[in-house]
């Protein structure tokens, strides 16, 4: 299934898109798409039943807003350096074990909401991601296999970093990763059963027309199952937390002086493959 949340900030409903492509509304089935739906299979079961009816409610797409495919999220987990690619076009050595570091929930914004470039920056940049959303609660799991199945769905994420911030003010990596609207999630959560092999998936982002980003999930250093695994021997993760597995290469650190840093004005436009599209306008905060 491929759902989703429409409406105005902090107003959304829960949607559907069904296997036609057509908007559907959810909101007279489930409450929300959230934590509490993931891991309740009756809730579930019942969203199935009522896509399969071709029952539920039309929803006119023009001019509506999609916002994040998950609400209230409780955090959000990042790996970092985690393509082969991306580690070699930046000079990191391949880290023996994944590097973690978080966002914070509000972070968050919609497939297409504005991003802002914050104040001060100079070296705002781009990361296409596969987003894991955690569908079971997850804690001390044994193996990868175990962490595949504790995943209820797949987003596209968009990881935006100010350099600067991220590597030349001290401290941790925190201060480049959570400026507001830095995490672009969506436009849909589709459920882990219409995505066999999330090491099979193709990711790609443009800048102002621009193919900047062009990898695979293959390239990840530690796979998706092995990293919800590893996370889970350091935190609980609940149904709803969000897991960020890393970028490919192609980032604006990784490319020759002069770098070529997002500006106010830029255009953002990424994918993964079966998991839709997203598009930012950028503008200054």
Request: charged share 25%; hydrophobic share 40%; glycine share 12%.
């Amino acid at each position: 299934m491929k759902l989703l949340r429409v409406g105005t900030a902090g107003q959304e409903r829960p949607a559907l898109l069904d296997a036609e492509g057509v908007l559907r509304d959810l909101s007279g089935v489930v409450p929300d798409v959230d934590g509490a739906l993931l891991a309740d299979e009756g809730a579930l079961g019942r969203v199935r039943d009522a896509a399969e009816s071709g029952e539920l409610p039309v929803l006119d797409p023009a001019g509506l807003r999609i916002g994040p495919p998950v609400a209230r999220i409780g955090k959000v987990v990042c790996i970092g350096l985690n393509y082969h690619d991306h580690a070699r076009e930046t000079g990191a050595q391949a880290s023996a074990e994944p590097v973690v570091f978080f966002k914070a929930a509000d972070t968050v914004v919609g497939p297409n909401d504005t991003v802002l470039v914050p104040r001060g920056s100079v070296r705002t940049d781009w990361e296409v991601e596969l987003a894991v959303v955690i569908g079971r609660t997850a804690r001390y799991l044994e193996s990868a296999e175990d962490g595949l199945a504790h995943v209820a769905g797949y987003a596209v994420a968009h990881d935006v970093s100010e350099r600067e911030f991220q590597m030349d003010r001290g401290g941790t990596w925190d201060k480049g990763k959570n400026c507001e609207t830095f995490n672009p999630l969506g436009p849909w959560l589709v459920t882990a059963d219409e995505v066999p092999d999330p090491q099979a998936l193709g990711l790609r982002l443009w800048v102002n027309g621009e193919l900047k980003q062009d990898g695979t999930t293959a390239e990840q250093i530690f796979p998706v199952g092995e990293v919800v695994r590893y996370v889970s021997q350091f935190m609980v993760l609940y149904p709803g937390d969000v897991i960020n597995t890393g970028t490919p290469a192609g980032v604006a650190f990784g490319q020759p002086e002069p770098k070529p840093y997002l500006r106010a004005g830029d255009v953002v436009e990424l994918e993964i493959d079966g998991l839709g599209r997203q598009r930012q306008e950028l503008k200054d905060a």
